[in-house]
């Protein structure tokens, strides 16, 4: 009875869901950043190990791994599969309101207008490491969880923090050892700190003679910037003021009204509420790295929504009946800060109107590209 009652009650929500998740994507899709071409080019081989394990992972491709359609296809596969896996994350519960909200809210636009970015790749590697940590294969979650930080360093502030709050929800008896579940990612981070010194000129120049050989000169040769001091010499504190003020704080002081009110857990323990809200924040600790404080904040909603989305079955309901007014003014700050707060961009690119002209000038533009891809 349960299996045939939960289909119908599903679709209609989940049709909604894609319809906002259409309309996120047209107000944001653009042409993936020339930056993000070398997250997936450089490598290890190249004398690049911070951010390399991709590029690696390509060498076998040759000079094929430098050419931008190839990348950009792979891109296209993460942002799919991103896509398929917020709707199955927010299929119920809390987190059904919360996909909704986000994708009508500027971090749903922002998911399409950074395309390209290994964000998206961050929430899919947490969610297989839950999936595989449920299974029993922690061994696998462990070289999961280190490989994920040989690919981006925010892996340690947006995947580890999950992984951690996925155990928490295990079985006392059946939960692995922590020290063997995080030694291959401590290990990861140590050599990060080892090995990520300043990169030569030399070995610039090589890698961008080697792009070049292959036909493919790099679009972005300026990212060389990021590779031409060593990792600890990035740790400062980068927020602005404004930034911390208007954007972090409310956030936080929002989401852990809702958490610690004991709404959005139902049924955890105070350990796993206390451990969900330092999971959701950690992101905003990359603000330590790097300036881009948007992208921070958008990895803190994702952050959300996985660990909602995840929650087992047992614990998705309330602690007792609650009065609908007193249900709306715990949720309620989120929903506001989430919905109304505008997500500064360092590219300079914004949300699309919905007026005709802007919509007409969109599918053009999709014509004209679908047009040259066909005759390319």
């Not at 599903?10 to 993936?32: C, E, N, S, T």
């Amino acid at each position: 009875m349960a299996g045939r009652s939960s289909g119908p009650s599903w679709w209609p929500l989940g049709l909604a869901q894609l319809g906002l998740m259409l309309l996120a994507f047209y107000r944001g899709i653009h042409v993936p950043n020339p930056w993000t071409l070398n997250y997936y080019q450089v490598s290890w081989a190249d004398g690049f190990f911070r951010r390399g394990l991709l590029g690696t992972l390509l060498l076998p491709l040759g000079c094929a791994r430098f050419d931008p359609g190839l990348i950009h296809g792979l891109q296209a596969v993460v942002l799919l599969s991103t896509m398929s896996a917020l709707l199955w994350l927010g299929r119920r519960g809390m987190a059904a309101l919360f996909l909704c909200l986000f994708l009508v809210s500027d971090a749903g636009t922002f998911l399409f207008n950074e395309v390209g970015y290994l964000d998206p790749l961050m929430l899919l590697l947490g969610l297989a490491c839950g999936a595989l940590l449920i299974r029993g294969r922690s061994g696998s979650v462990a070289l999961l969880l280190a490989l994920a930080i040989l690919v981006h360093e925010m892996a340690v502030f947006t995947v580890l923090p999950a992984v951690l709050v996925f155990r928490l929800r295990m079985a006392p008896g059946s939960r692995p050892s922590l020290g063997r579940l995080i030694l291959p990612s401590a290990l990861a981070v140590g050599a990060l700190f080892a090995l990520s010194g300043p990169v030569s000129d030399a070995t610039l120049q090589r890698f961008s003679e080697r792009a070049s050989a292959c036909g493919h000169p790099l679009a972005r040769p300026d990212f060389e910037k990021d590779y031409q001091q060593s990792f600890r010499r990035s740790l400062r504190v980068h927020y602005r003021a404004e930034e911390l003020e208007f954007l972090v704080l409310p956030f936080a002081l929002a989401l852990g009204w809702w958490i610690l009110a004991g709404q959005a857990l139902g049924r955890a323990q105070r350990a796993e509420q206390w451990a969900t809200l330092a999971a959701c924040l950690s992101p905003f600790l990359l603000g330590l790295l790097a300036w881009d404080c948007g992208r921070w904040y958008f990895l803190a909603v994702l952050q959300v929504l996985l660990l909602l989305g995840t929650l087992p079955p047992g614990d998705r309901n309330e602690p007792g009946r609650l009065a609908p007014a007193t249900r709306w003014l715990r949720v309620a700050p989120l929903l506001a800060v989430v919905g109304l707060t505008p997500i500064p961009r360092f590219d300079g690119s914004g949300a699309r109107g919905l007026d005709r002209s802007e919509v007409r000038a969109f599918g053009a533009d999709l014509a004209g590209r679908w047009d040259g891809f066909i005759t390319h």
